[in-house]
C-alpha cells in the first residue's frame, strides 16, 4: 500500500460538518463590521520577511522562533508566510496611499503562519479577524474598538469573557522604564532562564512576556511601567478609562500586559477567558503610533486589534446552541424512461426559484435514492417517476415530518417548499 500523505503538523482542516459554525461566525462579522463602518481590506499570505523584522521586532518570539521564513529559489528573495496581519496592512494602506483620503478604519480576516508546539487552542496555520482604525489617536478609538469587541461577543453568544488593559506609555517614558527594568534584571540574573538573559540589553520588556512558570515570581515584582508613565499617557489611559466606565465596560488593569510585538505603545488590551485552559486570550491589540514611520510612512497614530478565530469558534460550540445547520431544501429523485431529462430541467427551475436543490446523481432504486434523500438533510423529497411525468406533477415527500406524500404541480411544490 502506498503510505498515506498527512496535513503539515499543526495545520488543520475544517470538514463540511463544521462549517456552519465558520458561516455563522464569519455571516456574524460582516454585519458587524458593517455595523460600524469598517471596511475589509485582503492582502497577499506572503510578505518580504524584512517587513515583519522591521515591525514585529527582531528580538521577539514570532521573529526569533515563530516565522516560516523561506527563500523564493527563483529569485533568491528572503519571503514569509504573514504570521500576523498588523504589518501586512499597515504596507498595503501605504502602498496605495489610503491615508491621502483621510483616516481609515479597515477590517480583515484570514490564516496566519507561526512555528509554534501545537496543542488546543495554538496551531501553526490559525485565523485571525484584525480591526486596524489608522490616523486616529484616541482615546476614543481605543475605546471604540473595545466596546466594539464587547459587542460582538454578545452578537456571537458568548459571555465569561473578561477585559484586561494596560499602558506602555510614549517611548520616552518606556526608555525610563526600561533602564529601571535592566537594573532589576541584572539584580536578579541568577534567576533569569537562557531567554531572558539573551534579551537582557536587547529587549528587556519581552523578558516580561515570558511563559516560563519559574519566571513568573520574577516578573510581578519588576518595576512597572505604569509607575514610569509620562503626563500625556497618564492622561490618555484616564480618559480611556472614563469612557469605558461611561459605557459600562467592565475591565480589570494588568500592569502585566506588555504583549508579544514590539510596535506597541500606550493603549493595550487583551479580552480573555477562563473557559478555554491554557490558550484563555482570544482577542489582543492596542496603539501602534510608531508603526507606520517605522513602515515608511509619515507619522500616523493607529489602533487595532486582532482575535483568533480558532479560540473563538471553541466558546461558540460551547455557548451557543441555536446556530442552524444548513441544509438543502430539497432533493430531486427520478426513476423511470424519460424522468432523467425533466429532473434536470426541474433542478433548474428551483434553483432559479432560489430553492438550493440536490439532484440525485447514480441511478439506483427507488429507495436507495430516498435514502440519500434523507441523509443529505434535505426538508423535502422530490419525486418525479414515469407517472408523475404522464399527469403533469411532481410528487413532495416530507422528510423531517409526518405529513402524507402529495402529487401537485411543479409550481406549487415550490409554493409548499418555500412555506408560502
Ligand atoms: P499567545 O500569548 O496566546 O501566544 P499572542 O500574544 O502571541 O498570543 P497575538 O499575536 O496577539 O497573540 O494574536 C492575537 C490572537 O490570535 C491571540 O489572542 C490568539 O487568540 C490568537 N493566536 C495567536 N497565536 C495563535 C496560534 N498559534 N494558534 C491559534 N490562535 C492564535
Ligand atoms: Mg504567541
Not at 55 to 70: C, H, L, N, Q, R
Not at 95 to 101: F, I, P, R, S
Not at 180 to 194: A, G, P, Q, S, T
Request: net charge neutral.
Amino acid at each position: 500500500m502506498v503510505k498515506k500523505i498527512q496535513a503539515v503538523r499543526g495545520m488543520n482542516d475544517t470538514l463540511p460538518d463544521q462549517e456552519y459554525i465558520w458561516d455563522f461566525f464569519e455571516q456574524t462579522i460582516r454585519k458587524w463590521m458593517a455595523a460600524y463602518g469598517y471596511k475589509k481590506i485582503r492582502m497577499p499570505i506572503v510578505e518580504y520577511t524584512d517587513l515583519f523584522v522591521r515591525s514585529i521586532g527582531e528580538v521577539t518570539d514570532i521573529v526569533e522562533k515563530e516565522m516560516y521564513t523561506f527563500l523564493d529559489h527563483l529569485n533568491g528573495d528572503s519571503l514569509t508566510l504573514r504570521p500576523e496581519g498588523t504589518a501586512s496592512c499597515v504596507r498595503a494602506v501605504l502602498e496605495h496611499n489610503l491615508l491621502y483620503m483621510g483616516p481609515q478604519r479597515l477590517f480583515y480576516s484570514g490564516s496566519m503562519f507561526r512555528h509554534e508546539r501545537p496543542q488546543k487552542g495554538r496551531y501553526r496555520q490559525f485565523h485571525q479577524v484584525g480591526v486596524e482604525a489608522l490616523g486616529y489617536s484616541g482615546p476614543d478609538i481605543d475605546a471604540e474598538l473595545i466596546l466594539m469587541c464587547s459587542d460582538l461577543w454578545a452578537r456571537l453568544g458568548i459571555s465569561g469573557v473578561c477585559l484586561q488593559i494596560s499602558t506602555l506609555g510614549s517611548i520616552e517614558s518606556r526608555k525610563l522604564h526600561r533602564s529601571k527594568l535592566i537594573k532589576y534584571l541584572e539584580k536578579n540574573l541568577d534567576h533569569l532562564d537562557e531567554d531572558a538573559r539573551r534579551r537582557l540589553y536587547k529587549n528587556p520588556l519581552r523578558v516580561l512576556d515570558s511563559k516560563n512558570p519559574e519566571m513568573q515570581q520574577i516578573i510581578n515584582d519588576s518595576p512597572k511601567i505604569l509607575e514610569s508613565l509620562d503626563k500625556e499617557s497618564l492622561q490618555h489611559f484616564e480618559e480611556l478609562q472614563n469612557i469605558l466606565n461611561e459605557q459600562g465596560i467592565k475591565f480589570e488593569i494588568n500592569p502585566r500586559l506588555v504583549r508579544g510585538l514590539d510596535y506597541y505603545n500606550r493603549t493595550v488590551f487583551e479580552w480573555v477567558t477562563e473557559r478555554l485552559g491554557a490558550q484563555g486570550t482570544i482577542c489582543a491589540g492596542g496603539r501602534y503610533d510608531d508603526l507606520v514611520e517605522q513602515i515608511g510612512g509619515k507619522p500616523t497614530p493607529a489602533c487595532g486589534f486582532a482575535m483568533g478565530i480558532e479560540r473563538l469558534l471553541d466558546l461558540i460550540v460551547e455557548q451557543k446552541k441555536d446556530i442552524p445547520a444548513s441544509v438543502p431544501d430539497v432533493y430531486v429523485i427520478h426513476q423511470g424512461k424519460g424522468t432523467a431529462k425533466q429532473a434536470w430541467e426541474t433542478v433548474n427551475h428551483l434553483r432559479n426559484q432560489g430553492l438550493n436543490a440536490i439532484l440525485h446523481c447514480g441511478n439506483g432504486s427507488f429507495k436507495a435514492q430516498m435514502k440519500k434523500a434523507d441523509s443529505s438533510g434535505a426538508r423535502f423529497a422530490l419525486i418525479i417517476g414515469e407517472n408523475e411525468i404522464k399527469d403533469g406533477v411532481v410528487s413532495v415527500k416530507y422528510l423531517r415530518k409526518r405529513i402524507k406524500q402529495v402529487n401537485i404541480e411543479l409550481l406549487d411544490a415550490i409554493k409548499l417548499i418555500k412555506g408560502t
